[in-house]
């Protein structure tokens, strides 16, 4: 047995493990195989696999990083996740950590540009990189050289480096930058010239031993790839060579990748967006896929990146994203609303795409609730059922589908009456949370009748009631299921530690039905 690399070698070993004795990970603890069956050498096939992503990693707290920072290593190697697309110092928006204003912004203050977020309105600073045009190169090159140097000493070696902007919607819109998005029909075009421009800087007075990918990322501003040019083609080399990280943060993950028909948030369909991953593939150099599959303000908030997912995934596996990162929850190794399978089904896809999406739910539900599989299959297809029903209702009223799985919280997702099925005609009603609440006995507490009481079965199933607990309260104020503190007690007895991305419960005191949380560390 042997494999490209370490990875794959292991990955040879659990293959070789599933033919023989039907061994299937479904979480790093949970488990099939048939240990009665003798191993027979000769019963072995001879087998070449090729996944259909080579580098596929899911981003989320419960296999990559907890609130401590730790990582479950174990998680990530039985699932087949590699952590490849590798930041040297440790995020991709990382402009001002390049290029701080405390070194150059006496000397360069041109270099730096206060702007105005488009969804949030905050003022935030980036860097006008028209303005700094070869010096600022260098300065990038530099630092990308010394980083590299220094956690290659660590025993840190990593083949890629991200620079991109900061996580907000906005650039620079001095007359510079303006000039070339007019010229390049979006403000990647100055972007990629200047990331060539590093790439050749570093490929002409560095060398590390092996050849680094410079990572630049596709997203907000950027996202948009420009008017093809031959010179913005990315520069490559034996040294370097320009990568593009697309990043559709405004796509709507809970939709088919390929949907055309419904608007989302932000004034587009996902075509749009599919078409853009498309586009970013004429510059000749890597183009590697973000995929969002949570709600990141809201973890408790029902939402559906499952039906979705493998369109994202054949997309990613078609034009040969040479790194897959799918963003899920973080800073938890517990989440509700099906993070577990999710996390199973983003194993499973990365290996085959064309895999039987069904079945491979199914299953999981088998083996991680136990006797309550079935139970919590027909609840899973309840929920999705009523989230389609429930965008297409937001989309009536407001002529635009803003429940994506990530798209920011908002006043429509705790409107009573998107929680409510009262058929359309009925003229009197007083919403109520009688949906959800059947969505509880009928599901939750049917489920926990057919397992255990204090078995592993009950605390997994307990964890997705959380999320209908919390919808109950949060959208009728009905504190039948506790309210929020003692929601969020619960939660944190089932492991449960973020309410959000960057957000624990050390502080619910101060919770609002609107669904945000004030002062939470």
């Known amino acids: 047995m042997y494999g490209r690399t370490e990875y794959g070698t292991l990955n040879a070993v659990y293959a070789l493990l599933k033919q023989v004795y039907g061994l299937e990970f479904y979480t790093d603890t949970v488990y099939e195989f048939d240990s009665s069956v003798p191993f027979d050498y000769f019963s072995v096939e001879n087998t070449v696999f090729n996944p259909s992503i080579d580098n596929a990693w899911a981003m989320d707290g419960t296999v990559s990083s907890n609130d401590s920072g730790t990582v479950n290593?174990?998680?990530q190697r039985r699932m087949g996740f590699i952590n490849s697309w590798q930041v040297y110092n440790g995020t991709p928006h990382n402009f001002l950590d390049a290029v701080p204003y405390a070194t150059y912004g006496t000397a360069h203050p041109d270099w730096y540009y206060e702007v105005t977020a488009t969804d949030s309105g905050r003022k935030f600073v980036t860097l006008c990189l028209a303005s700094g045009g070869e010096e600022m190169a260098k300065a990038v090159a530099e630092y990308a050289y010394t980083t590299i140097i220094a956690q290659d000493a660590e025993g840190n070696k990593k083949d890629c480096f991200f620079f991109g902007p900061p996580d907000a919607r906005g650039w620079c819109e001095c007359a510079k930058c303006d000039a070339l998005k007019s010229k390049y029909g979006s403000h990647a075009g100055g972007y990629v010239l200047f990331m060539n421009s590093v790439a050749k800087t570093f490929d002409e007075n560095y060398s590390v031993g092996r050849k680094i990918k410079f990572y630049m990322m596709a997203y907000n501003a950027v996202l948009q790839a420009p008017d093809y040019s031959d010179e913005l083609k990315f520069y490559s080399s034996d040294k370097v060579a320009l990568c593009v990280m697309y990043a559709p943060i405004e796509a709507d993950f809970g939709r088919d990748f390929s949907d055309d028909s419904t608007i989302g948030a932000y004034g587009k369909t996902n075509a749009y967006y599919l078409r853009q991953y498309e586009n970013w593939q004429k510059f000749g150099g890597e183009v590697s896929l973000w995929r969002y599959s949570a709600r990141f303000d809201n973890y408790f908030v029902p939402s559906d990146s499952i039906s979705s997912m493998q369109s994202v995934y054949r997309a990613a596996a078609k034009y040969s994203a040479d790194n897959f990162a799918d963003q899920g929850v973080s800073g938890t190794t517990v989440a509700a609303n099906f993070n577990a399978l999710k996390i199973y089904l983003k194993s499973k896809l990365a290996k085959n795409v064309n895999e039987d999406i069904d079945t491979l739910i199914k299953n999981f539900c088998n083996a991680y609730y136990g006797a309550a599989g079935e139970k919590m299959y027909a609840f899973l297809l309840a929920e999705q059922a009523w989230l389609k029903t429930l965008s297409e209702k937001v989309k009536e009223d407001t002529g635009a589908d803003k429940t994506g799985c990530h798209i920011i919280c908002n006043s429509d997702l705790f409107n009573a009456k998107y929680w409510d099925d009262t058929p359309s005609g009925v003229l009197i009603k007083k919403y109520d949370a009688s949906m959800l609440k059947g969505w509880y006995s009928d599901y939750?507490?049917?489920a926990l009748d057919l397992v255990?009481?204090?078995?592993?079965?009950?605390?997994?199933?307990r964890i997705e009631g959380i999320a209908v607990r919390y919808m109950i309260y949060a959208v009728y104020n009905d504190d039948s299921y506790?309210?929020?503190?003692?929601?969020?007690?619960?939660?944190?007895?089932l492991g449960i530690t973020r309410f959000a991305e960057g957000n624990s419960f050390t502080n619910t005191e101060s919770y609002e039905r609107d669904g945000t949380i004030d002062n939470l560390s």
């Open 73 to 75: 290593w174990e998680y």
């Open 444 to 446: 939750i507490e049917a």
């Open 452 to 461: 255990a009481e204090n078995s592993e079965y009950a605390k997994r199933i």
């Open 482 to 493: 506790g309210d929020f503190s003692r929601i969020a007690a619960d939660a944190k007895l």
